[in-house]
């Protein structure tokens, strides 16, 4: 049974790019939650995706935005990349709001 | 909003020796409570958590934890640790009726031979 997959792994941008990175929820999982977390400090709530749908956002500007797909996948865009967008960006998914599996995430590197 | 404080940035242990990681949050209220392992370059693996009934919760690779609701506290404990348990370890809160994991910063264990 594959767990959360996240793509890319690693990914080098350009300040001002835009990025997508990409999540494949575990298998039953219906819900996705996307987290950023910078060098040496704990993950940061970004967003989470049910039904297709934004149903809670953290404290991140618009430049954050978010998809799920009907087949419960999801994508995390960010605008106008900024250098201090460089972190590790983790995908979690759940069927309910106590049993979140994590995937491995991709690193983000703005230069 | 919730808030997790983990006390000790950095625990170094001997190997066979046991270890306990300091985690406490903010609010009183009814909270989910969670203890996540970090190995470098990789995600987050889940070792325990805490939803509700018996106080001392045990988890994965033989660590446990127990809840404190007077002192808000979920401390992480194992009785013997092994080189391989070197990680970052992070502990988390939510609440039943919000959807995030709030994290705190994370506490670092080396453990040497």
């Known amino acids: 049974d594959a767990g959360v997959t996240q793509s890319p792994t690693h990914l080098i941008k350009t300040r001002g790019q835009q990025v997508t990175l990409r999540c494949s929820p575990k298998?039953?999982?219906?819900?996705v939650s996307w987290y950023q977390q910078a060098l040496g400090q704990g993950p940061q709530f970004i967003f989470q995706?049910?039904?297709?749908?934004?149903?809670q956002r953290g404290n991140f500007p618009d430049r954050f935005s978010g998809h799920q797909f009907p087949n419960y996948s999801s994508e995390l865009n960010v605008n106008a990349l900024l250098l201090g967008d460089s972190a590790l960006y983790l995908c979690?998914?759940?069927?309910?709001?106590?049993?979140?599996?994590f995937g491995s995430g991709t690193r983000l590197t703005v230069v | 909003a919730q808030s997790v404080t983990q006390l000790d940035s950095q625990v170094p242990v001997f190997e066979e020796a046991p270890v306990e990681l300091r985690c406490n949050y903010s609010s009183s209220v009814s909270v989910y409570l969670f203890w996540y392992v970090q190995y470098p370059n990789q995600g987050l693996q889940l070792l325990l958590k805490y939803l509700s009934g018996s106080t001392l919760v045990k988890g994965i690779n033989g660590f446990e934890a127990e809840f404190n609701k007077s002192q808000t506290s979920f401390h992480l404990r194992k009785p013997s640790v092994h080189i391989s348990d070197t990680a970052e370890y992070f502990c988390a809160v939510s609440e039943p009726n919000d959807y995030k994991l709030s994290f705190g910063a994370g506490t670092t264990v080396t453990v040497r031979a």
């Open positions: 979690a998914s759940s069927s309910n709001n106590y049993g979140y599996t």
């Open positions: 298998s039953g999982h219906d819900t």
């Open positions: 995706y049910y039904e297709e749908e934004e149903r």
